[in-house]
T-cell receptor, first 112, second 115 residues
Framework: QQPVQSPQAVILREGEDAVINCSSS?????VHWYRQKHGEAPVFLMI?????EQKGHEKISASFNEKKQQSSLYLTASQLSYSGTYFC?????????????FGKGTKLTVNP | NAGVMQNPRHLVRRRGQEARLRCSPM?????VYWYRQLPEEGLKFMVY????????ESGMPKERFSAEFPKEGPSILRIQQVVRGDSAAYFC?????????????FGEGSRLTVL
């Protein structure tokens, strides 16, 4: 099942913070976050694994609540370059190289 | 180290024609995924392949769509007798290995327009 992302869209001024949420009705092994700019490929930001391991971006952090099957992406002191659509992708397999099921995305616009 | 290469970037077909989309994964990557994206929508999983094997095709429409990843050469997503509803961006992603969930590397996508 497709994870649900909220909010659908966010508009910020440069320097403001934002939180994007992702929730699933299924038990999760991993949550992945990607950012896609218009007309471009999605770019990897962060992966959070069951058990607390986290790999990703320096200026972006995230949390993964396994019990609630939720993840949140925290964007602090946003920059113009943060604009784009953010997708969470959820995986339910520990076998590795799993397929990801992506949410519909959260469109973030950062204005000067 | 070249990234995931997809071609063509843009493809226009008339209804009833065939579309072939190609994906060359990153060097050393043996796992390929195809996703479809409609305007203002998320990425919808279609198929997961390893060399010469289809691992998961649960997202592929039952008819007209097929995918392969031969021992030599790129992965190919084939759409026969295209219809207007097939118009979308098709993204390919690759990853290096099984054993641990990791990053997917996406190509720039192939944008199919059906007239």
């Amino acid at each position: 099942q497709q994870p649900v992302q909220s909010p659908q869209a966010v508009i910020l001024r440069e320097g403001e913070d934002a939180v994007i949420n992702c929730s699933s009705s299924k038990a999760l092994y991993s949550v992945h976050w990607y950012r896609q700019k218009h007309g471009e490929a999605p770019v990897f930001l962060m992966i959070l694994l069951k058990g607390g391991e986290q790999k990703g971006h320096e200026k972006i952090s995230a949390s993964f609540n396994e019990k609630k099957q939720q993840s949140s992406l925290y964007l602090t002191a946003s920059q113009l370059s943060y604009s784009g659509t953010y997708f969470c992708g959820t995986g339910d397999s520990q076998g590795g190289s799993e397929k990801l099921v992506f949410g519909k995305g959260t469109k973030l616009t950062v204005n000067p | 180290n070249a990234g995931v290469m997809q071609n063509p970037r843009h493809l226009v077909r008339r209804r009833g024609q065939e579309a072939r989309l190609r994906c060359s994964p990153m060097k050393g990557h043996s796992h390929v995924y195809w996703y479809r994206q409609l305007p203002e929508e998320g990425l919808k999983f279609m198929v997961y392949l390893q060399k010469e094997n289809i691992i998961d095709e649960s997202g592929m429409p039952k008819e007209r769509f097929s995918a392969e990843f031969p021992k030599e050469g790129p992965s190919i997503l084939r759409i026969q007798q295209v219809v207007r509803g097939d118009s979308a961006a098709y993204f390919c992603a690759s990853s290096p290995r099984r054993g641990r969930a990791g990053e997917l590397f996406f190509g720039e996508g192939s944008r199919l327009t059906v007239l």
